[in-house]
């Protein structure tokens, strides 16, 4: 996604114009769902990011945290993906400038997956900058874990209620 200076507005970006979109210095978001080898190297050509950052992108298990590299600031953030028939965790990595942000994670996410349609309808938090929309997804992973912890304490309960209710 790209910010378009003159009407303020988020668009989808073609990658094939994503070369173009960066060096003229445009704010943009870039999203990767299952990163390979290609665009691994294709994120070094376009932002020059750090070898050992573009090394943690392929690999899910490493630790959570967070690193700078020159300009550059990465974080790994550990994030729970609640789906009715499916509860897994993944890493979602995040290179962050004050003109870009690239996220790249190995499975979707429902937090990235809302921020997409919020960009998509021209109300996405890159219109208030890059580190605004890196604080956003940030933010709905965490209330994703707020939602687990919550539901887990609801069954907890109900499993207590059951326990001890008189018979």
Same mark, same amino acid.
């Given at each position: 996604?790209?910010?378009?200076?003159?009407?303020?507005?988020?668009?989808?970006?073609?990658?094939? &114009?994503?070369?173009?979109?960066?060096?003229?210095?445009?704010?943009?978001?870039? +999203?990767?769902?299952?990163?390979?080898?290609?665009?691994?190297?294709?994120?070094?050509?376009?932002?020059?990011?750090?070898?050992?950052?573009?090394?943690?992108?392929?690999?899910?298990?490493?630790?959570?945290?967070?690193?700078?590299?020159?300009?550059?600031? *990465?974080?790994?953030?550990?994030?729970?993906?609640?789906?009715?028939? +499916?509860?897994?965790?993944?890493?979602?990595?995040?290179?962050?400038?004050?003109?870009?942000?690239?996220?790249?994670?190995?499975?979707?996410?429902?937090?990235?997956?809302?921020?997409?349609?919020?960009?998509?309808?021209?109300?996405?938090?890159?219109?208030?900058?890059?580190?605004?929309?890196?604080?956003?997804?940030?933010?709905?992973?965490?209330?994703?874990?707020?939602? *687990?912890?919550?539901?887990?304490?609801?069954?907890?309960?109900?499993? &207590?209620?059951?326990?001890?209710?008189?018979?």
């Amino acid at each position: 996604f790209v910010l378009d200076e003159g009407t303020r507005r988020v668009i989808r970006l073609d990658p094939e &114009e994503l070369e173009e979109t960066v060096a003229r210095g445009r704010r943009v978001w870039v +999203d990767v769902l299952s990163p390979g080898k290609d665009d691994i190297g294709r994120l070094k050509d376009l932002f020059h990011f750090h070898d050992l950052a573009l090394e943690d992108v392929l690999n899910n298990d490493v630790r959570p945290k967070q690193e700078t590299y020159d300009e550059v600031l *990465f974080t790994v953030f550990g994030c729970i993906n609640l789906n009715p028939d +499916d509860l897994y965790t993944i890493n979602l990595k995040l290179f962050l400038t004050p003109k870009y942000l690239v996220t790249a994670h190995c499975k979707p996410l429902k937090t990235v997956r809302t921020a997409i349609r919020n960009a998509e309808k021209g109300r996405g938090g890159l219109v208030k900058g890059t580190d605004f929309l890196y604080y956003r997804l940030l933010d709905g992973v965490i209330d994703q874990y707020l939602d *687990f912890t919550d539901d887990f304490e609801d069954g907890i309960s109900d499993i &207590e209620k059951a326990i001890f209710a008189e018979r």
